[in-house]
């Protein structure tokens, strides 16, 4: 599916939302450090962890807000609010007041934000494209995103740090006009089966009806075996792809000596540590924004089975291949196993998603599939005190065989599918005829 193909709905997402991550990358890379200074290391770690629990509850509420009230309503009024809060952040550092509190309540704000829009942003794809084409549209935005991780903290390192009240007025801008281009150009996409099944019933309830609807269609989710094993899957793979900027990064920093990478005559390429690790991760940059695209397109002629044990067995290698040497080489050729593994399920994963989800809760759908990596967020740090209590080689082998026990509850799960597949219809029509 081409571009030029896309509906005018994805078209304006892709356009405002990669505007819109640039901006975001520009100042959150440098939050942590931010908060460190204003707050101290302790307490910047558990603001931070702090805000990024109330960023999963407000994901888990976007995704049934978005089957209730609509796709483009909660992206509308999400990009309102993170115009809004924008705002307060530059306010709390502008050149006539500063005020670190401040800052870390818009940038909570914004992580709210962010987490009530996603799953109507990604709820719409699945509503707007047939399945056969939904691993390239999505694939096309992960991309979007990975650009917008490399140039934003590139483009970051001088604006935040010597225009950041300019930074924030312009990032305040852009999600208003955001706001504004879904408002006057998206139309709605949610299924109509939905509006009715959820809108009439919601209307005459309070709150507390509200919570109790919103924790019931959860148990639904929570009782679909295949999408939990799913879950559960994601997040032990997750402890190997969330080690990028986390015990990966000290293990090149520490253990990596500088070392020639190549010579020509007199002139040598020289690098180790924290300079080697900055070349890993533009190589890992790099390649996805080259090879995603291709990569989806030729993913979306094999089986998923396929797929998902192929990437859970390319990243349990990858953690082998670093923890073997500390060779650049070697390193480099354990970050293409790692990239390949990542480039394998980059859209495919959304597209499985969908497929699962029934529409008139898909956005939930959506909303509790992001728990692979916010829970897989929070456990992946435990591999740092592992390594200095066991080493690096054995945290390493720990990683790989946690991704191989991910590949085998894939395995289940697709033996699931395989054996009853109709079993996930079946479940959800008993669930709504209760």
């Not at 896309?6 to 440098?30: Q, S």
């Not at 558990?46 to 109330?54: A, E, H, K, R």
């Not at 590139?154 to 879904?182: C, E, K, M, N």
């Not at 067995?313 to 500390?326: A, C, E, I, K, R």
Request: with cysteine.
């Amino acid at each position: 599916m081409f571009l030029k193909d896309w509906d005018l709905n994805l078209k304006i997402r892709l356009f405002g939302e990669g505007i819109t991550n640039v901006l975001f990358w520009m100042f959150f890379p440098f939050m942590s450090v931010y908060f460190s200074q204003a707050f101290g290391k302790e307490w910047a770690g558990g603001m931070l962890v702090f805000s990024q629990l109330l960023g999963v509850i407000a994901n888990l509420i976007g995704g049934y807000c978005a089957d209730r009230f609509g796709r483009k309503r909660m992206m509308e009024l999400s990009a309102l609010a993170q115009g809004i809060s924008f705002l307060v952040f530059a306010f709390a550092n502008s050149p006539w007041y500063t005020s670190p509190i401040l800052t870390y309540i818009s940038f909570a704000a914004l992580g709210i934000c962010g987490s009530l829009y996603w799953p109507a942003s990604h709820a719409m794809v699945a509503d707007l494209v047939k399945e056969e084409d939904r691993n390239q549209v999505f694939a096309i935005f992960y991309t979007a995103i990975n650009l917008s991780v490399v140039i934003g903290p590139l483009l970051g390192s001088i604006f935040f740090f010597h225009y950041r009240f300019g930074l924030l007025l312009v990032a305040a801008l852009t999600a208003f006009v955001l706001s504004l281009l879904i408002r006057r150009y998206v139309r709605e996409t949610i299924p109509g089966r939905a509006v009715v099944h959820k809108g009439n019933r919601f209307t005459a309830r309070g709150w507390r009806q509200f919570v109790h609807s919103h924790l019931q269609d959860y148990r639904v989710i929570l009782s679909d075996r295949t999408f939990m094993l799913f879950i559960l899957a994601g997040i032990l793979v997750a402890q190997t792809f969330m080690q990028l900027d986390l015990a990966l990064s000290i293990y090149v920093t520490e253990k990596f000596p500088k070392q020639t990478l190549f010579h020509v005559g007199e002139w040598s390429l020289e690098a180790g540590g924290t300079t080697f690790f900055g070349w890993l991760v533009a190589e890992n940059g790099l390649l996805i924004a080259l090879f995603t695209v291709w990569v989806s397109r030729w993913v979306s002629r094999m089986r998923e089975k396929r797929v998902f044990l192929s990437s859970a067995f390319l990243y349990g290698v990858s953690m082998l291949v670093f923890g073997s040497s500390t060779n650049m080489w070697v390193a480099l050729a354990a970050m293409v196993l790692f990239t390949v593994g990542e480039l394998l399920v980059v859209g495919l994963q959304e597209s499985f998603v969908s497929k699962l989800a029934p529409e008139h809760i898909r956005g939930q759908y959506f909303a509790a599939a992001s728990l692979r990596f916010t829970i897989g967020k929070t456990l992946a740090p435990f591999a740092i005190p592992l390594a200095a209590w066991i080493g690096y080689g054995w945290m390493f082998v720990v990683l790989a065989f946690l991704a191989w026990l991910g590949g085998i509850i894939y395995m289940a799960m697709f033996r699931r599918l395989e054996r009853q597949p109709v079993i996930i219809a079946a479940d959800h029509s008993m669930h709504e005829i209760s």
